[in-house]
């Protein structure tokens, strides 16, 4: 298992590690990054928000810009967060998470997923 740090709002790190931004993970998408987890042996930062009222957001969008890898679960999200969805959507490093056939965010990223196991493989090849 590599050397792993979470940090949460409004602390940040500023080393050299695969930065993975969370962004209100649901119990699967945790289940899932533990998992990857165990198998990459690098220095990984695991950015975590789950700022239920939206404090923080300046952080949320500076960490986003910042990260590896951004990991939004909308469906998770509360209203402030999914107020600013398109901005982090927006980002070429975010993939999103949604079980939302309406809103149609593939008209501003085609990065919606449905597992990690696309992330298992990169962190590996790192």
């Given at each position: 298992?590599?050397?792993?740090?979470?940090?949460?709002?409004?602390?940040?790190?500023?080393?050299?590690?695969?930065?993975?931004?969370?962004?209100?993970?649901?119990?699967?998408?945790?289940?899932?990054?533990?998992?990857?987890?165990?198998?990459?042996?690098?220095?990984?930062?695991?950015?975590?928000?789950?700022?239920?009222?939206?404090?923080?957001?300046?952080?949320?969008?500076?960490?986003?810009?910042?990260?590896?890898?951004?990991?939004?679960?909308?469906?998770?999200?509360?209203?402030?967060?999914?107020?600013?969805?398109s901005i982090l959507i927006a980002k070429p490093n975010t993939f999103?998470?949604?079980?939302?056939?309406?809103?149609?965010?593939?008209?501003?990223?085609?990065?919606?997923?449905?597992?990690?196991?696309?992330?298992?493989?990169?962190?590996?090849?790192?």
């Open positions: 298992m590599s050397d792993v740090n979470v940090i949460t709002p409004p602390d940040k790190l500023f080393d050299h590690a695969t930065k993975i931004f969370l962004i209100h993970p649901g119990v699967e998408t945790r289940k899932n990054i533990s998992s990857i987890l165990e198998g990459v042996h690098k220095p990984i930062n695991i950015y975590l928000y789950e700022e239920p009222t939206g404090m923080h957001m300046e952080w949320v969008l500076d960490i986003c810009n910042d990260c590896t890898y951004c990991i939004l679960d909308l469906d998770n999200s509360g209203e402030m967060i999914r107020k600013f969805a999103y998470l949604t079980n939302d056939e309406v809103t149609p965010y593939n008209l501003i990223s085609a990065n919606r997923i449905f597992d990690l196991h696309w992330l298992d493989r990169l962190l590996k090849e790192d």
